[in-house]
């Protein structure tokens, strides 16, 4: 590996204890003991990219995926055992025919078919979308080393060990009515955001400020906000964020529920996007009977979410989850800046991915 210091390249025996022998510099991460194969210098070129070289701040979850993401791709289903199956196998069965040893054949045969069924096994998607390392896992074995060497998190990372304050930048609840003073300030909005690296991201982008947003991590915090607006739903595109939409609705009658993604369907379509499953997290049947009884998932959808999968929003680009919850929250409740409200009235401001007038006209 190359010390993230010097600049050297080190073997094995040239980096004994995580310090580097020339500089002689401690790191933090070494690809030969971490699970996710990281060294110092792939976290600060994964965290460019993510970050736009520093124009956004993302959170623990976010560069998480970010760093897991090749390994989603790979089946690590039977990769040590494999290769070791076919040889063992096939020296076994070659030394047995050729000895007329028939244990030592049968011995050889039974490990080929250990081999040909971890082969299928793989082929079938045994194994994809593993994570070598946990979320819940992430801070022990890669931000606290990281912590311990350079006193704090990776650059442009902020911390979601808690939720977002819920009032946050945001003006309280006032009646619709008009009062002495004109009109009042209707109920803000709620954001219905249950993953905290997504709702500290947002915070620190300053969404919820912008847009009058209310921050709340579940369904029982909505209810108990004293808040009559809009609630829009954030959430994974797996079954646990559709029905999460679905059962928001049921517990809100009267009330705007919006739901913010992310869309399966439209997910499942992207060829670069790249999913994982948790089997602890599996829907059971009632929730899957729930599921289907919507009507909003054919049976090949269906399948996907009860095996476990998962479109997390923490897997969406920064920017891209930024640019789509701006533009969720000023169709919903309209923008909370007067500023923007006023650029807005003249069309001297359009959302992302939008064009204005001139560009629509190609000039």
């Known amino acids: 590996m190359i ?7 080190l073997l094995r025996k040239q980096r004994s204890g995580q310090i580097c022998s020339f500089c002689r510099r401690r790191y933090a991460l070494d690809p030969k003991t971490n699970p996710l194969r990281l060294h110092d210098i792939r976290v600060r070129k994964v ?3 993510i970050t736009d070289e520093g124009r956004h701040r993302v959170a623990p979850g976010q560069l998480w995926y970010a760093l897991s993401r090749r390994s989603l791709r790979e089946s690590r289903f039977g990769a040590g055992c494999l290769g070791g199956a076919f040889l063992a196998g096939g020296f076994l069965t070659f030394g047995g025919l050729v000895s007329e040893t028939v244990p030592v054949t049968a011995v050889g045969c039974v490990l080929v078919l250990v081999g040909l069924a971890l082969l299928v096994a793989r082929a079938s998607g045994a194994g994809l979308g593993r994570p070598p390392v946990p ?3 992430f801070r022990p074995l890669v931000l606290d080393p990281w912590k311990g060497v350079y ?3 990776p650059p442009g990372v902020v911390d979601d060990r808690s939720y977002p304050a819920r009032g946050s930048g945001v003006p309280p609840a006032r009646s619709a009515t008009a009062g002495p003073a004109g009109p009042r ?3 803000p909005a709620v954001l219905l955001c249950p993953d905290p690296s997504v709702a500290v991201f947002l915070t620190a982008a300053g969404l919820p400020q912008r847009h009058g947003l209310v921050l709340a991590p ?11 607006g809009p609630v829009l739903v954030l959430h994974d595109a797996d079954a646990a964020g559709a029905l999460l939409v679905m059962r928001a609705r049921a517990a809100l009658p009267g009330r705007r529920v919006v739901d ?8 499942r379509a992207l060829p670069r996007a790249v999913p994982f499953r948790d089997p602890a997290h599996r829907p059971d ?7 289907r009884a919507s009507g909003g998932f054919d049976a090949s959808e269906l399948a996907w979410l009860a095996r476990g999968w998962s479109y997390p929003l923490v897997g969406v680009a920064p920017a891209k989850l930024l640019a789509a919850v701006e533009r969720a929250a000023g169709r919903a409740v309209g923008p909370g800046d007067p500023d923007r409200r006023r650029a807005e009235a003249v069309g001297f401001l359009t959302w992302p991915g939008t064009a204005g007038p001139e560009r629509r006209a190609g000039r």
Not at 3 to 9: I, T
Not at 260 to 267: M, Q
């Open 3 to 9: 010390c993230p210091h010097c600049a050297r390249s």
């Open 47 to 49: 965290l460019d990219r």
């Open 135 to 137: 979320r819940a896992a």
């Open 151 to 153: 006193g704090g998190l």
């Open 185 to 187: 300030r209707s109920a």
């Open 218 to 228: 579940s369904l029982d915090e909505v209810r108990a906000l004293p808040s009559g």
């Open 260 to 267: 913010a993604g992310l869309p399966l369907r439209r997910f």
């Open 285 to 291: 049947a009632a929730a899957l009977d729930e599921l």
